[in-house]
């Protein structure tokens, strides 16, 4: 799929810059991409990477404590962020005449960001406060931690993009000025433009903004590798809930290995929507369970690819999970129906389509591609790669990364909740 006519222009210093001009309407989207997540941490400071999208919104050399979205609203634009296991973004939409203070404060921030112990105590308050929310007060998210390190043993993949409660206590300033020094420098940046704008007008301004700022030292390589998975592991977690639930995950592709568009498929075809294949077996017919899901998520280095199940109340651990691998077993020895997986097809199509419509999600996929794939120009060619998809993939694909030996199993133990 083309996706129009990027231009693509690096800095002396190494920042990145596409842009896709689109003049339907006066509007933009801007979207800043750092190589830095929970991958480039280490023990001890886990969840610094997350922290750090919190501290960046503290005030800058020319801008003070929480003026970035103040200044930005005045002007009528909206920003968010978002931390990943790979990457750190940060989004801003408004209208084409606000360009010129979108850029300043961008800029402003990679250049000259405030890094203070007040600010760093207070947004450490909101992070602990996030994980005690989202993990801690959620069976669902420590099932995911305890999955994941299982899952994996060595790599950093294992500890959660929030990090650990100790860790996020513990990181001073000494270790942000370091990780901002580090990773928040033009040579680990990109930046992905889409709307109403002059391309030539656009790198004049981002090269007199951004050009001073200096490349950075080379980023530290991230901690890789992971031994080999001899069997399957298992593990079980007490919280209180209503019914038990399970949470199991298989190692997966990293996202530039071909597999990866094959396991779009099958995820698709087991558990996306009121016609997928878990969904009818396990909720509908068998009754075993009142939701399931499937998450795969393409990362930089092989990630995981995830199996959820809340029973019914009273239902059967034994009985729920032996439904599920019988499942799985089906695809794995007699792979789908051509009418699945041309369903599966049609869905992620029309979920690809729905994010190229819009100029946020073009920048995204834009960024997405070049930080998971290498080349930008790899986000336009997703359909294709779908498209060549066939049954015996998915049926390879389901036996050879699905196997019994490679799974990691989680149980949620329910306590009372009274």
């Known amino acids: 799929m083309d996706l129009g006519p ?24 801007y979207y800043t991409f750092f190589g830095v997540g929970s991958r480039n941490e280490r023990p001890g400071i886990t969840g610094i990477s ?65 890094i203070t112990v007040e600010a760093l105590d207070q947004e450490r308050s909101v992070v602990m406060e996030e994980r005690r929310l989202r993990t801690e007060n959620s069976h669902f998210g420590l099932l995911e931690e305890q999955l994941e390190s299982l899952v994996f043993q060595a790599h950093p993949y294992r500890w959660p993009v929030i990090g650990w409660m100790d860790d996020i206590a513990r990181i001073g300033r000494e270790d942000c000025l370091d990780f901002f020094r580090t990773y928040y420098a033009p040579g680990n940046a990109s930046i992905y433009v889409c709307g109403d704008v002059e391309p030539d007008d656009l790198l004049r301004r981002i090269e007199a903004a951004y050009g001073p700022i200096p490349a950075g030292p080379p980023v530290p390589a991230p901690i890789g590798g992971e031994p080999p998975q001899r069997g399957e592991r298992r593990a079980s977690i007490r919280h209180p809930a209503h ?17 990866t568009a094959v396991l779009d498929v099958l995820q698709t075809c087991l558990a996306s929507g ?33 199996l959820s199940m809340e029973l019914a109340p009273g239902a059967s651990q034994r ?20 009418r699945e997986l041309g369903r599966a097809r049609a869905l992620l199509r029309s979920s690809t389509l729905h994010e190229f419509s819009t100029r946020s999600g073009v920048a995204h996929a834009l960024g997405q591609a070049e930080a998971l794939l290498g080349d930008w120009r790899e986000a336009g060619r997703s359909l294709e790669r779908y498209q060549a998809v066939t049954r015996e993939d998915v049926r390879r694909a389901a036996r050879e990364w699905l196997a019994p030996s490679h799974r990691n199993v989680v149980w949620l133990d329910p306590e009372d909740v009274s």
């Open 319 to 338: 009985k729920a999970e032996g439904a599920l691998w019988a499942e799985i077993d089906r695809v794995a020895s007699r792979g789908v129906a051509e």
């Open 6 to 29: 990027v231009v693509a222009h690096t800095l002396a210093n190494g920042l990145r810059v596409r842009v896709l001009p689109d003049r339907l309407v006066p509007a933009v989207s």
């Open 50 to 114: 997350h922290l750090f999208e919190h501290m960046m919104f503290n005030g800058s050399e020319r801008y003070g404590p929480k003026e970035f979205d103040r200044v930005l609203e005045a002007h009528g634009g909206a920003s968010n962020a978002y931390t990943s296991n790979d990457v750190t973004a940060y989004h801003d939409d408004f209208a084409t005449d606000a360009l010129p203070v979108v850029i300043d404060l961008e800029s402003d921030r990679m250049r000259a960001l405030r």
């Open 243 to 259: 019914a038990s639930a399970m949470l199991a995950g298989f190692r997966a592709p990293a996202a530039r290995e071909p597999d």
């Open 274 to 306: 009121e016609g997928s294949r878990l969904r009818r077996s396990l909720v509908q017919e068998q009754e075993v369970a009142v939701s399931v899901g499937v998450g795969f998520t393409w990362r930089a280095d092989p990630g995981v690819f995830l």
